[in-house]
T-cell receptor, first 116, second 117 residues
Framework: AQKITQTQPGMFVQEKEAVTLDCTYD???????LFWYKQPSSGEMIFLIY??????QNATEGRYSLNFQKARKSANLVISASQLGDSAMYFC?????????????FGAGTTVTVRA | DVKVTQSSRYLVKRTGEKVFLECVQD?????MFWYRQDPGLGLRLIYF???????EKGDIPEGYSVSREKKERFSLILESASTNQTSMYLC????????????????FGPGTRLTVL
């Protein structure tokens, strides 16, 4: 079964508007971490934001915020005030448990195109 | 800043060739990872290593091997390249401290786009 599901293959957003990228996850662990990465056309994966399963507050990093709904097992990324430079592919990822392997499971990604 | 470098951005090889993809990180990270990225599939883990000379299979290790002789360097080897190994390959590294969320982050290199003809 897929551990991370991103149901939106592609999205268009108008410059200066907010956009929400969906991510649902599947785990039986109580302790886990959720990550969002951005991949511009250059190819490099850029870390954006992290949410731990025990964190009570939703994570925020500048224009990025994570809408964490534990009971629904969702961790949606919200980008506020979109900029042309936000056009990229976005990946949701999860690290399960406290094992030493530190593996991440990734979703299929969502391509965001910001229109001027 | 964490720096992860990969030996090539683009590589074209022939079927049956032995291919080496090199990855170097400069942050003294214990963990290193090799992923391949294909459209619609996201990133899939090939192999990872949490120490020198240690390696663990990921989700899709078939057709690949790895080598980690030094802490900063993690090599991915395609013993006999095949056309279905045409893909984007991404290397990543992370530290071992699981107590701090920020240190769990994996830092990625720029990727190598490999084409096998």
């Amino acid at each position: 079964a897929q551990k991370i599901t991103q149901t939106q293959p592609g999205m268009f957003v108008q410059e200066k508007e907010a956009v929400t990228l969906d991510c649902t996850y599947d785990t039986s662990d109580q302790s886990y971490g959720l990550f969002w990465y951005k991949q511009p056309s250059s190819g490099e994966m850029i870390f954006l934001i992290y949410q731990g399963s025990y964190d009570e507050q939703n994570a925020t990093e500048g224009r990025y915020s994570l809408n964490f709904q534990k009971a629904r097992k969702s961790a949606n990324l919200v980008i506020s005030a979109s900029q042309l430079g936000d056009s990229a592919m976005y990946f949701c990822a999860m690290r399960e448990g406290l094992s030493n392997d530190y593996k991440l499971s990734f979703g299929a990604g969502t391509t965001v195109t910001v229109r001027a | 800043d964490v720096k992860v470098t990969q030996s090539s951005r683009y590589l074209v090889k022939r079927t049956g060739e032995k291919v080496f993809l090199e990855c170097v990180q400069d942050m003294d990270h214990e963990n290193m990872f090799w992923y391949r990225q294909d459209p619609g599939l996201g990133l899939r883990l090939i192999y990872f290593s949490y120490d020198v000379k240690m390696k663990e299979k990921g989700d899709i290790p078939e057709g690949y091997s790895v080598s980690r002789e030094k802490k900063e360097r993690f090599s991915l080897i395609l013993e006999s390249a095949s056309t279905n190994q045409t893909s984007m390959y991404l290397c990543a590294s992370s530290s071992m401290d699981g107590q701090k969320a920020s240190t769990d982050t994996q830092y990625f290199g720029p990727g190598t786009r490999l084409t096998v003809l």
